[in-house]
């Protein structure tokens, strides 16, 4: 795990209890652990893309993930600032704040979920609620085995689990993905078998997946305007779940999340198959 720690270089004491998180991932996983951050990148971006764990009423915009506000995060005098490496290029101007601690997880150095108990544990030391952590990592592995249980009876087809990017491009996810994580504790088949990227997905064009017999499952939200579309594109009416009438939209999910992502996306994908199946 990459770890930087820079000395804030200001002269104003620091709020010892507040931290920003810039990234999502590291702020659904500070709300899990009952240690929410102060200040949250784009706000109500994160309620669309993330959903849950949902953010305290109280939490601090701070702008942009990739330009957050400087002077309100100044304002808001935080003890610490959390970014991922994806932001790191921001650690100049933010460490003249406060420290800067980066989180490094999605690397592809080693299995995915065990960087994920990783960045729990990490969290949890950070905060104080190393128990809460312990917590977090046994819930969320109990439950996915509860679920993988209950999922042992019901259609076994092959998933294909994409985000729309418009009408004609989608990210399909694969291995070092997060769905895909998430799919091998429960035993679900993944249909793409195609190279990813770091992140666990690939970026194709929906002719793609044409010749893929799965069920396709659609992670929301849907670019403005999407929803329309597809309805009179003769490309996503071809697709095989498409024309079977049997595919399977998902509330979102942040699909670069950590384990509170990871349990949302198995709590909807369970519910979704078992609805299904009783269909």
């Known amino acids: 795990m990459l770890w930087i720690t820079l000395l804030p270089t200001s002269g104003v004491l620091a709020n010892d209890d507040a931290i920003a998180a810039i990234d999502w991932t590291l702020a659904e996983t500070l709300v899990a652990l009952d240690a929410p951050p102060a200040g949250v990148a784009q706000v109500d ?23 957050p506000n400087l002077e309100r995060l100044s304002e808001l005098d935080p003890s610490r600032i959390l970014i991922s490496p994806m932001f790191a290029g921001l650690t100049p101007k933010l460490s003249r704040i406060a420290e800067v601690e980066t989180l490094d997880f999605y690397n592809g150095e080693r299995e995915l979920w065990d960087q994920l108990v990783a960045l729990t544990h990490r969290l949890g030391d950070m905060v104080d609620q190393e128990a809460e952590a312990d917590a977090l990592i046994e819930r969320t592995e109990t439950r996915l085995e509860r679920q993988r249980q209950t999922l042992s009876s019901t259609d076994d087809r092959p998933l294909l689990m994409i985000q729309l990017m418009d009408e004609r491009h989608a990210r399909v996810f694969g291995d070092h993905s997060l769905l895909q994580a998430v799919t091998d504790r429960l035993e679900l088949e993944n249909a793409w078998q195609g190279t990813t990227n770091a992140w666990g997905f690939s970026l194709v064009g929906l002719e793609d997946l044409m010749g893929i017999e799965a069920r396709l499952v659609v992670i929301k939200p849907l670019p403005v305007g999407v929803k329309a579309r597809l309805a009179d594109s003769g490309l996503w009416q071809q697709l095989p779940s498409v024309k079977r009438d049997d595919v399977i939209w998902l509330d979102p999910v942040w699909t670069f999340g950590a384990l509170p992502s990871a349990q949302r996306f198995a709590d909807l994908l369970t519910e979704a198959l078992e609805d299904a199946d009783r269909a």
């Open 45 to 67: 971006a994160y309620h669309a893309w993330v959903g849950e764990p949902e953010l305290p009423d109280d939490v601090v915009d701070l702008g942009l993930r990739t330009q």
